[in-house]
């Protein structure tokens, strides 16, 4: 308990915040679509959601190693490293939630992450060859794999219901869909929440406290999984208006194709150690299955947005990350006191700007639009 310093201690409970975060940010990539259809009821869904969330952390470790031991040279960063990269991580959670876009949690992180120890240790402190291989690669195939997966299932429903009557098919696959969406939560827990982990095992690997190449100890993983799951019971229900009613119209045969499709992509990638975004793959596995209905409109203009979010959030995040580290590595405890400060001032104007124009149980399943004006960032149902 003596490598547990002040600082180290800061640090686990930003990132349990992160986590946090990224548990009603991410909310959207299990229960968007059970919502849109009908399927469960919105606070059930999240209630639901957050329970698999919890019980999806303790499944698998290996995403933990890789993050701890694998993006970066667990020798060569500090506490203080970490501390900055969260924040970059959650300032930029934060901005694309007020949005209502769909951003990549993971990719935040890694962003944070990348930028801070770059920063503190140098280019040496990035394993940029395992960033490609374990982030940016799989950044790129998982959604087009489950988007293809997800047309596919959704023809192929439609093809073998095609003679029955409308109303039992409907009632039947909203039935599937508890099933499906649980399944997505369940493996959203099992991917997101051992990034967490993997940040606070490279915490106490860089403070001493454990040995390099060593996997999250238990309590991390029961911490990290109810910081997520307490998240995601928030609801993040501006970004489940934008990824239930706002990429494509859902059906419950969609919802339940898209479920399916992105489930098995990310328990796949989970056990193989690959760090990639559930954020995405959802989003391409529901973008699939609006093209895998005749007639259904997909809003390309929503899903450019999203494309554009998708591209910029690591380099936004290593920037924020970056700007944090050299406050916090050079200006030593006051600088760390100024980037504290700093964050939750802006967080907390976030949530009063996002008071504004509130989205609610109630109204997520209205159409939605995201417009700008002036710098400020307004969901208008």
């Known amino acids: 308990m003596d490598h547990i310093t002040f600082l180290v201690t800061v640090v686990i409970l930003t990132a349990l915040a992160f986590d946090f975060t990224n548990g009603f940010h991410d909310t959207a990539n299990a229960m968007a679509t059970s919502i849109a259809t009908g399927a469960l009821r919105p606070r059930i869904a999240v209630l639901i959601s957050g329970v698999l969330n919890l019980a999806g952390a303790f499944l698998s470790t290996e995403v933990a190693r890789t993050i701890s031991g694998g993006i970066v040279n667990d020798t060569l960063v500090t506490p203080g490293m970490v501390f900055a990269g969260l924040i970059g991580a959650i300032l930029w959670n934060l901005t694309t939630w007020l949005l209502g876009l769909p951003s990549s949690s993971s990719h935040a992180l890694?962003?944070?992450?990348?930028?801070?120890?770059?920063?503190?240790?140098?280019?040496?402190?990035?394993?940029?060859?395992?960033?490609?291989?374990?982030?940016?690669?799989?950044?790129?195939?998982?959604?087009?794999?489950?988007?293809?997966?997800?047309l596919a299932a959704t023809y192929f429903a439609y093809r073998l219901t095609v003679r029955g009557r409308g109303a039992s098919v409907d009632r039947g696959f909203r039935l599937g869909q508890v099933v499906s969406a649980s399944l997505v939560s369940l493996a959203h827990g099992t991917n997101d929440a051992q990034k967490t982990m993997g940040v606070i095992t490279l915490t106490l690997i860089s403070a001493g406290a454990?040995?390099?190449?060593?996997?999250?100890?238990?309590?991390?993983?029961?911490?990290?999984?109810?910081?997520?799951?307490?998240?995601?019971?928030?609801?993040?229900?501006?970004?489940?208006?934008?990824?239930?009613?706002?990429?494509?119209?859902?059906?419950?045969?969609?919802?339940?194709?898209?479920?399916?499709?992105?489930?098995?992509?990310?328990?796949?990638?989970?056990?193989?150690?690959?760090?990639?975004?559930?954020?995405?793959?959802?989003?391409?596995?529901?973008?699939?299955?609006?093209?895998?209905?005749?007639?259904?409109?997909?809003?390309?203009?929503?899903?450019?947005?999203?494309?554009?979010?998708?591209?910029?959030?690591?380099?936004?995040?290593?920037?924020?990350?970056?700007?944090?580290?050299?406050?916090?590595?050079?200006?030593?405890?006051?600088?760390?006191?100024?980037?504290?400060?700093?964050?939750?001032?802006?967080?907390?104007?976030?949530?009063?700007?996002?008071?504004?124009?509130?989205?609610?149980?109630?109204?997520?399943?209205?159409?939605?639009?995201?417009?700008?004006?002036?710098?400020?960032?307004?969901?208008?149902?």
Request: hydrophobic share 50%; glycine share 14%; with cysteine.
């Open 110 to 150: 890694f962003g944070g992450l990348i930028g801070a120890v770059w920063v503190g240790a140098g280019r040496h402190g990035v394993h940029f060859d395992e960033v490609i291989e374990k982030i940016i690669l799989p950044a790129i195939a998982s959604p087009l794999v489950a988007g293809l997966a997800s």
């Open 210 to 381: 454990l040995a390099p190449g060593s996997g999250p100890p238990l309590w991390v993983i029961g911490s990290a999984g109810l910081a997520i799951a307490l998240g995601t019971y928030i609801g993040g229900w501006r970004i489940i208006r934008t990824m239930g009613r706002g990429l494509t119209d859902i059906r419950a045969p969609q919802g339940f194709a898209a479920e399916s499709s992105a489930t098995t992509v990310i328990l796949t990638s989970a056990h193989l150690g690959f760090a990639l975004s559930t954020t995405q793959v959802c989003s391409g596995a529901i973008l699939g299955a609006g093209l895998g209905r005749r007639l259904a409109e997909v809003r390309w203009g929503i899903a450019g947005r999203m494309l554009i979010a998708w591209c910029v959030t690591l380099p936004a995040a290593a920037a924020v990350g970056a700007l944090a580290a050299v406050m916090v590595v050079y200006g030593g405890t006051i600088g760390t006191v100024v980037i504290a400060l700093a964050a939750v001032a802006v967080a907390t104007f976030i949530v009063i700007v996002s008071r504004r124009h509130p989205v609610t149980p109630g109204n997520v399943n209205d159409e939605r639009t995201v417009t700008v004006r002036s710098g400020t960032a307004k969901a208008n149902a």
